[in-house]
């Protein structure tokens, strides 16, 4: 079984940084992409970015590219969600999620591991 839980969401002003943190629990971390989606009120859960387990490597939404940075830390089992230039738009649930795919990564329904979810506030 994996266990995820977020951590560092919180309440920021537009043009603000936030760092999401992401702990997994359970065996083979190394061996899960990982990714961040988030739902804002009365929206779908969308997806924000990715980050696969075979070499790293990373997409973004075009919402928040070149603004958002994902990494992971194999080591620490820890997958972090770095957001400046926050804007308004960003408030959501922030939720992290593990899948044993390479494929499909902008789709909630290839995970199988979900966190609890963290709120972002962003204030105008």
């Known amino acids: 079984q994996v266990q995820l839980v977020e951590s560092g969401g919180g309440l920021a002003q537009a043009g603000d940084s936030l760092r999401l943190s992401c702990a997994v629990s359970g065996r083979s971390f190394s061996r899960y992409s990982m990714g961040w989606f988030r739902q804002g009120p009365g929206k779908e859960r969308e997806f924000v970015s990715a980050i696969r387990w075979t070499d790293s490597s990373s997409d973004y939404s075009d919402s928040v590219k070149g603004r958002f940075t994902i990494s992971r830390d194999n080591a620490k089992n820890t997958v972090t969600l770095q957001m400046d230039s926050l804007k308004p738009e960003d408030t959501a649930v922030y939720y992290c999620?593990?899948?044993?795919?390479?494929?499909?990564?902008?789709?909630?329904?290839?995970?199988?591991?979900w966190g609890q979810g963290t709120q972002v506030t962003v204030s105008s």
């Open positions: 999620a593990a899948t044993a795919s390479m494929l499909g990564l902008t789709t909630p329904g290839m995970f199988s591991y």
